[in-house]
């Protein structure tokens, strides 16, 4: 079993995160803000993922995330409350937002917990803010709260529909706040709400790394997570499974598109290093998971 990490370490992991896109690894201060176009009433989810206020990078990954099917197969419909965990730079939120504002639902951005201490991790929560803020029409009113070590709810008690984990659980099992992500969204979620899951899928069997340095989470290990908090697994999909992933890549999970990591964390890419391999395997395999409330 890895080692707990400090306090200062699972700071600068919570940044180095929210820093990235948990949805893609761009940096959030770099995501450009849409044009500003409204939706029209009553939009489908097929509509907000072909809208074009989304980046074209962002739809050029379509292929791996399987929006539409993905929140479908989590149960998101028209008018719901959801919370999204860590939006990042809001690959998701560009499709959710819109549906929601169109559709008279509500979402919640439960971002990175700021430390008024320090001013990067409250950098990273206001770049989403403004960017938010700057389109109402597009994105309606996103309530903005907090998910960290020390949060208070991501949403007012059992009023979501929907909760969603995209692809941040190894992220928080580094931090050492797993446990509470699933804890909050329990707690926020109304009796028969939905929590999606989508997160890197280690091979099953031996011993979960607590701390998932590589990125990879066993299946069996976020069911155990969901179910100590109180969630029952409805279905498993394979929407999001790459049989390509090989999952011994040289800087974990990483080394993949869109990520692409050269050269372990913290150092400067290698310019030589060989990408042919991992851009040809795509991207992670991960396991795409719904859990429910009980009644």
């Known amino acids: 079993m890895a080692r707990p990490i400090s306090t200062l370490s699972r700071r600068s992991i919570l940044l180095g995160a929210a820093a990235l896109s948990a949805c893609g690894g761009k ?43 993905s929140l479908t197969f989590w149960g998101l419909k028209p008018g719901q409350t959801v919370v999204e965990f860590w ?21 919640y951005a439960a971002n990175l917990q700021p430390d008024p201490a320090d001013p990067a991790s409250v950098a990273v929560v206001e770049a989403y803010r ?17 998910f960290g070590p020390t949060s208070g709810p991501v949403a007012p008690v059992g009023s979501a529909d929907l909760v969603l984990f995209l692809r941040n659980l190894h992220n928080w099992m580094a931090a050492g706040v797993a446990e509470k992500a699933f804890r909050d969204a329990f707690a926020a979620l109304k009796p028969g709400g939905l929590l999606g899951v989508e997160e890197h899928r280690a091979n099953a069997g031996g ?39 090989t999952k011994d890549h040289p800087f974990g999970v990483w080394t993949l598109p869109p990520v692409r990591r050269s050269s372990p964390r913290g150092q400067p890419n290698d ?13 992670s395999d991960r396991m795409t998971l719904r859990f429910a409330k009980p009644v």
């Open 27 to 69: 940096p959030a201060e770099q995501a450009q803000a849409p044009a500003k176009k409204g939706p029209a009433s009553g939009m489908t989810l097929q509509q907000a993922v072909a809208g074009d206020w989304r980046l074209p990078a962002d739809r050029a990954r379509d292929a791996w995330r399987h929006p539409v099917e």
């Open 87 to 107: 939006p990042g730079a809001g690959w998701y939120t560009d499709i959710l937002a819109p549906f929601l504002a169109a559709t008279g639902g509500k979402l």
């Open 130 to 146: 403004r960017r938010l803020t700057d389109n109402p029409k597009l994105y309606g009113q996103v309530e903005i709260t907090a």
């Open 207 to 245: 011993v979960q790394d607590v701390m998932a340095a590589e990125g990879y989470v066993q299946q069996a290990y976020v069911v155990q997570l969901a179910q100590e908090a109180g969630f029952q697994l409805a279905e498993a999909s394979e929407i999001n499974a790459n049989p390509k992933d």
């Open 271 to 283: 310019p030589d290093f060989d990408h042919s391999r991992y851009d040809a395997i795509g991207e």
